[in-house]
């Protein structure tokens, strides 16, 4: 099996790149990574240094998991260029064959012209346009402002071009409602190649006692930039509409957003991806994390018989269809398994109140029924449930009727009043409103 890739022009011997970041503010951090096992990594954003603020970063802390979500308020590098450029050099000596990538953001045409030259002369194998900041820099015009506004990344995607002899990647901002615009514009531009997601403006919490938002600096805040496992779902629908567009899909896509481990990649391929990009969880595991992503892909692709990353790549694009498509005759219904069940009544408790009435504690037992013809099949009992296996969701159709909502459409059978006879849940069987009253006295009894 071969994991190396050649990712628009840029060659690296795997698909694991460090996205632009802190764990790629230094030469000795990148030699480290690729030491580890990183194929690639795009460099700490390079332009007119900044000045950073202390604290930087926030975080959701959900339950017994730190940085579930990741908040930074961090700009561009701090470093003088001529030092980054050097160590970019030194690092080139020591790994020829591993992928160096610039990551810019400057103002001016000039800048930009000037600092595309400063890296190909250092010997970066790439350029990533960083059009995705969501604090600081876009209020001085860069990052996600651009990002935002697809003729403007247009016309200074043609203005790198112009400059660029090597590869080009134009890193996108979520902060927009149709990512597929500035997708559009960074292909009609003449960019290699697309990366996304950048961070997601936020605020990750507010302390309590000081009314300052986190992080917090010197008793103020700002809003932020969201990342960590909580964004990949964001970063996942995005990939996807990008990978299926026709203008969009001729250049290859570089996924980044809350991958952890060697799954979260394999989703990520799996959706158009060809090369993935991390930062929270090196931030919060170190580089050591690639040995189980490598491990783990290889045995994916052995299990499945596939040689290479592209023999995979976007092979659940087919599956992801709109809404309209699905089949509206499949029919599952939950099923609990007594042998596992440990009687904690939160998937009674989740039906009754936040789903559909059809699960009921039965007298002198902990273990649930599951009313089946009132159950809707919606997953949540199963979800909820905290012993894995317990309940599972059984399929009752026999799979010979397909009927989708686009074809009912086409067929006039769609309600279209408000009391409509056709409405899907029009005889679903509910209690009665006094009934939640009852139960209330039930319950207590129970
Ligand atoms: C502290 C911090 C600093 C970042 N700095 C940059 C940066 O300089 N340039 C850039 O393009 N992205 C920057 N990012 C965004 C990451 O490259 C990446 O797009 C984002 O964090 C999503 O990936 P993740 O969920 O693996 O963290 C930064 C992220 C964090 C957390
Ligand atoms: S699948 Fe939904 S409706 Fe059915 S029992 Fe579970 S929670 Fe209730
Ligand atoms: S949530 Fe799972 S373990 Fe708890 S009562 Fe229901 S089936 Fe049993």
């Avoid at 090196?282 to 299990?303: N, S, T």
């Amino acid at each position: 099996m071969d994991l190396s890739i050649n990712f628009a022009g840029i060659k690296s011997p795997n698909p694991f790149w460090l996205a632009s970041a802190p764990p790629t503010n230094s030469g000795y951090q990148v030699m480290k990574a690729f030491d580890a096992g990183w194929g690639g990594a795009v460099w700490k954003t390079l332009g007119i240094p900044v000045i950073n603020v202390s604290s930087r970063y926030g975080s959701v802390n959900y339950r017994n998991t730190r940085m579930a979500g990741f908040n930074n308020i961090e700009l561009i590098t701090d470093r003088p260029l001529a030092d980054n450029l050097r160590e970019i050099e030194e690092v080139k000596k020591y790994f020829p064959n591993h992928a160096v990538i610039a990551s810019l953001m400057v103002e001016t045409k000039e800048q930009w012209h000037s600092l595309i030259k400063d890296v190909q002369n250092a010997g970066a194998d790439g350029i990533e346009l960083n059009f995705g900041c969501p604090h600081g820099m876009c209020e001085r015009g860069m990052g996600s402002a651009v990002g935002q506004e697809p003729e403007v990344l247009k016309t200074i995607v043609e203005w790198v071009m112009e400059a660029a002899k090597i590869p080009v990647i134009t890193k996108l901002s979520p902060n927009i409602s149709h990512i597929t615009d500035p997708g559009v514009a960074a292909v009609k531009g003449g960019t290699n190649a697309i990366s996304l997601i950048n961070t997601i403006k936020s605020i990750v919490g507010i302390d309590l006692d000081t009314y300052a938002p986190y992080p917090i600096v010197d008793g103020k805040g700002s809003n932020g930039g969201y990342c960590g496992p909580a964004v990949k779902p964001i970063a996942l629908q995005m990939l996807r509409e990008l990978a299926i567009h026709k203008e969009i899909n001729k250049v290859p896509i570089s996924g980044i957003g809350g991958i952890e481990t060697w799954k979260d990649v394999v989703e990520f391929i799996l959706l158009g991806a060809t090369s993935v990009q991390v930062c929270t969880a090196v931030m919060h595991y170190g580089f050591g994390i690639v040995r189980e992503m490598e491990a783990g892909l290889l045995q994916f692709m052995k299990d499945k018989g596939y040689n290479t990353i592209y023999d995979f790549s976007g092979k659940a694009l087919p599956n992801v269809v709109e809404w309209k498509h699905l089949n509206l005759k499949h029919k599952v219904v939950a099923n609990i398994n007594p042998d596992k069940c440990i009687g904690c009544d939160l998937c009674y408790i989740a039906c009754d109140d936040g789903a559909h009435q059809a699960i009921a504690m039965v007298e002198d037992s902990r273990i649930p029924n599951v009313i089946e013809e009132n159950c809707v099949g919606c997953n949540l009992c199963s979800l909820v449930c905290p012993v894995e296996g317990c309940i599972t969701m059984q399929k009752r159709d026999d799979g010979t009727q397909h009927l989708t909502w686009a074809e009912r459409t086409q067929a006039d059978s769609i309600p279209v009043t408000f009391n409509d006879e056709l409405a899907g849940g029009r005889h679903h069987w509910v209690p009665e409103p006094a009934d939640a009253l009852k139960n209330k006295r039930k319950d207590m009894r129970r």
